[in-house]
């Protein structure tokens, strides 16, 4: 079969559709733009406590980077933990962790009480080591994490990796058994029955070109215009991620929009799935320009990373099944002869800082920032701010840290020093 250019975990699932004849509220309590799991959450928790809430979408539900990313359901962030102490602080980094591990606690609980058919599974994740350097340092970080967060990673040994891995290039391995995996797509078309379930009114090709503030005796509100007409929202909630549209142009310049890009192998033996992942972990490797990889729940070898800096187009995911391959090939020679069967692309929304960012921009709420480690913490985020928005005490960890605009260059919609940023990754991974 040649390579198909499309994401493979829709044709696991049917996602959900809006009725095309309902027409859109003249108001409502609160207006989520964006139908990934951020805005899902946030929509589906809000109903649940009685509030009216509709859901905005400019393509299908969840078309973002939450139906096409690698399913990972991750603890931790992004950057080492000195690096965070030393900017945020020992007491917000502590809170930023525990809301990592909590996010997966709060994407299980959504997914028994919703009945969420999703394979989720905790099955821990597994970093691999690319240089010994590296490999030696996981013991330095497994101990500081185990002293500031009181949670444990296992280090596993190169004479050991055998049975987390069937790969020999790597120096040895760091496993972190709360972590788990999903498939993406089953839980984004789960999250959107739950929320309308819950009697969230949800508006799939309803893009939104714009939000004006008002101001007058009751308060502030929002005009919020789509080519389907206008309502008018008390509070607005910014949950477009990394596909953040000139609509809410003060979020979108705080954005950096990078490419990651996926395949998929045909379905695999039984024996060569367990001979490449005994323990079917989430794994990813320790470089900046890293790889990502996990086996399906029907047994595919699916293998990510940012084969281009780009944000996806056609020429882009074209490139990148042929790059991808042989980084596949590289860690797994069994899978030379093995082929690949799908091959998609999306966008991760990174801030310049590299952490989640969650807040108030022109009187809306936001949460955007995940860097690709979304699905976990943009579940926890979308929920926490629903909570927000229904007067508990903010105690989100990612809000009020100062939220600088990237240089241009690298914000959306002026991207063009994005290659710079890979070269210098790249130039990185080669130096440390
Ligand atoms: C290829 C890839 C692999 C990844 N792998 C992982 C992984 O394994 N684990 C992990 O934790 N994270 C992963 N991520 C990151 C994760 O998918 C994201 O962080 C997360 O899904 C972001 O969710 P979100 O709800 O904030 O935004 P999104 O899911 O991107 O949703 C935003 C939505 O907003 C809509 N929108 C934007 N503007 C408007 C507008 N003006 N009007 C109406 N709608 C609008 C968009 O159409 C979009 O559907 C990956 C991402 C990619 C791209």
Redesign the pocket.
């Given at each position: 079969m040649a390579i198909q250019e499309k994401n493979y975990w829709l044709e696991t699932v049917t996602i959900p559709s809006a009725d095309p004849s309902k027409s859109l509220p003249d108001s409502v309590d609160v207006a989520v733009?964006?139908?990934?799991?951020?805005?899902?959450s946030a929509a589906r928790a809000l109903a649940k406590r009685g509030m009216r809430v509709a859901v905005?979408?400019?393509?299908?539900?969840?078309?973002?980077?939450?139906?096409?990313?690698?399913?990972?359901?991750?603890t931790g962030m992004k950057l080492p933990v000195p690096t965070l102490i030393s900017r945020y602080g020992r007491e917000a980094v502590q809170r930023m962790y525990a809301a990592s591990v909590a996010s997966i606690d709060c994407v299980e609980q959504i997914v028994r009480e919703e009945k969420i058919d999703c394979n989720f599974a905790r099955c821990g994740h597994l970093e691999v080591a690319c240089k010994q350097a590296h490999f030696d340092g996981y013991a330095e970080s497994a101990a500081r994490i185990a002293r500031e967060f009181d949670h444990k990673l296992r280090i596993v040994p190169k004479s050991e990796l055998r049975s987390e891995i069937g790969s020999d290039i790597y120096y040895g391995g760091l496993v972190d058994e709360v972590s788990a995996g999903l498939n993406?797509a089953r839980y984004?078309a789960g999250l959107v029955a739950a929320a309308q379930r819950a009697g969230a009114a949800l508006f799939d090709h309803?893009?939104?070109?714009g939000v004006q503030r008002e101001r007058g005796n009751g308060g502030q509100k929002f005009r919020v215009h789509?080519p389907k007409g206008a309502l008018v929202a008390r509070e607005v909630i910014l949950?477009?991620?990394?596909?953040?549209?000139t609509?809410?142009p003060a979020l979108r310049k705080k954005l950096i929009p990078i490419?990651?890009?996926?395949i998929a192998t045909e379905v695999l033996s039984d024996d060569l799935a367990r001979e490449l992942s005994p323990k079917n972990r989430?794994i990813y490797d320790s470089k900046h320009f890293l790889y990502?990889y996990?086996l399906t729940p029907d047994r595919r070898m699916l293998f990510?990373g940012r084969a281009a800096f780009f944000p996806?187009t056609e020429n882009t995911v074209r490139r990148s099944a042929e790059i991808l391959r042989r980084g596949m090939i590289g860690v797994y020679p069994q899978l030379r002869d093995t082929k690949v069967e799908f091959v998609?692309?999306?966008?991760?929304?990174f801030a310049f800082d590299v952490i989640p960012h969650t807040g108030q921009i022109d009187g809306m709420y936001y949460?955007?920032g995940?860097?690709?480690?979304?699905?976990?913490?943009?579940t926890y985020l979308?929920t926490k701010i629903s909570d927000l928005i229904c007067g508990e005490p903010n105690d989100l960890p990612f809000d009020g840290i100062p939220f600088r605009n990237p240089p241009i260059g690298l914000r959306s919609g002026h991207t063009w020093a994005l290659p710079l940023a890979g070269v210098y990754y790249k130039f990185l991974d080669w130096v440390s």
């Open positions: 733009i964006g139908s990934g799991v951020t805005g899902l905005l979408e400019a393509e299908t539900f969840g078309w973002g980077a939450s139906s096409r990313n690698g399913g990972m359901v991750l993406p984004v309803t893009r939104v070109d789509t949950a477009s991620g990394a596909y953040t549209t609509a809410s490419g990651s890009y996926i989430m990502y996990r990510g996806e998609w692309g999306g966008t991760l929304d949460s955007v995940y860097a690709g480690h979304g699905v976990a913490i943009g979308g």
